[in-house]
């Protein structure tokens, strides 16, 4: 057991019902849990486990190194990678019987020669980039890589067995992009067909899209933190709107509780002053934690929400480094070592980690996926 004062408790049953509403959410299309950096700061091995039995049949990872530790962990589920440099090791990938992602021709020779290395035959998605603007082919060089994949295709090199994209702006549904997006996509099949591929899955939704437009599913959906039981959408609506749960509750233990005067100082810059004699906590963890330093309470307005003994607070003055203070109000009665929840599931009053990103001015990704790697996670809900 770790002592660190500060502890990220995983709930694996909210990931398994996640992923089962996203099932839902799917239609017919296959689920895909996206579980790249680290299952979004959940633990890439156990939320890989809880996923798969909560009735994905595929994982996702940007990375090569996430992919190989999927399969050193035993995970043996379809992985597919996507985010490759020429350094990526293409022949571990295919070795491990990893899909690859393929968006230019570099990558598909990297490929093809870390098939004849492993002596296997790669499973190849080709990435189209039909408007976001980041990874992928455009639409131009399409037509030349698919007609190389196909050709080693024929000789048994690989299978072309997934055509992919990803949206701009899934998070803002009725945005013209969306529907612009999956008609290049569409185009991009028909192609695809023409040329001979014989596509198992052809896939562009992310939780966003998965959640709110049935027409962006195809044959397989591609959800990341939706599986966490976050909201892609808040301004549509919050977890429970979809059928989700959050999985994450971060709590940390008082390290110090103490009566001060009113017009104390606290913290560096004293960007809060107590406004009457009360009793200051120090909470133990701070930016090297991942509590963004964006949190910090200024003069005038606390920060982030805390939930203490019941009670909701907010961060008093600036986040430091591994501590933060939190004004207990006059009279409290904590001591060191009584918890504090920074955000959880939201059902029990709790701050949630979408609190946080309102209070930090970011999403709710970052927050969970920026936890640092020193809180130690602890998991429950585990093995039906
Ligand atoms: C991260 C990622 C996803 C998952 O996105 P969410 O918004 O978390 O559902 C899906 N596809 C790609 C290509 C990604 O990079």
Redesign the pocket.
């Known amino acids: 057991m770790s002592s660190y004062p500060a502890r990220a408790v995983v709930d694996l049953a909210a990931i398994r019902a996640n992923t089962a509403a996203l099932l839902d959410h799917a239609g017919g299309a296959d689920v895909m849990a ?1 579980v ?1 950096a680290d299952g ?1 700061g959940h633990g890439l091995v156990p939320v890989a486990h809880a996923a798969l039995a909560g009735g994905a049949r595929w994982l ?1 990872v ?1 990375q090569a190194d996430e992919a190989l530790a999927l399969r050193a962990a035993g995970v043996d589920a379809r992985v597919l990678s ?2 490759h440099t020429p350094s990526t090791p293409f022949a571990a990938l295919v070795d491990a019987d990893v899909d690859v992602s393929v968006a230019a021709d570099w990558a598909l020779r990297g490929v093809l020669e870390g098939a004849r290395a492993s002596g296997r035959t790669a499973r190849v998605h080709v990435k189209v980039d039909t408007g976001l603007g980041r ?1 992928g082919v455009v639409p131009e060089g399409l037509e030349p890589l698919l007609r190389d994949a196909l050709a080693a295709e024929a000789e048994g090199a690989c299978r072309v067995v997934g055509l ?1 994209s ?1 949206l701009a702006w ?2 803002a549904p009725d945005h013209p992009t969306v529907r612009r997006q999956a008609e290049v996509f569409d185009d991009a099949v028909r192609l695809a067909e023409r040329l001979g591929a014989r596509l198992e899955v052809r896939h562009l939704a ?3 899209a ?1 959640l709110t437009d049935a027409a962006m599913r195809y044959d397989l959906v ?6 966490y039981g976050l909201s ?1 959408v808040p301004q549509v609506g919050g977890p429970a709107d979809f059928g989700l749960t959050p999985a994450m509750r971060l709590e940390a233990d008082l390290a110090l509780t103490k009566e001060v005067p009113a017009g104390h100082g606290v913290s560096y810059a004293h960007a809060y002053t107590t406004p009457t004699r009360t009793v200051l906590g120090l909470v133990p963890v701070g930016y090297a934690d991942g509590i963004p330093r964006h949190a910090s309470g200024s003069e005038g307005r606390t920060g982030a929400p805390v939930q203490v003994a019941g009670r909701r607070l907010g961060i008093a003055g600036r986040v430091c480094m591994d501590q933060f203070v939190v004004d207990l109000g006059p009279g409290a009665r904590e001591v060191a070592g009584d918890a504090v929840v920074l955000f959880g599931s939201g059902a029990d009053g709790s701050p949630t980690a979408q609190d946080w990103a309102d209070a930090a001015g970011t999403i709710s ?1 970052e927050i969970v996926t920026r936890l640092g790697a020193r809180v130690p996670r602890t998991y429950v809900g585990g093995e039906r």
């Open positions: 996206v790249k979004y996702g940007a996507w985010l990874n992919w990803h899934a998070d992310n939780s966003a998965t591609r959800p990341g933190i939706a599986v892609p990704y």
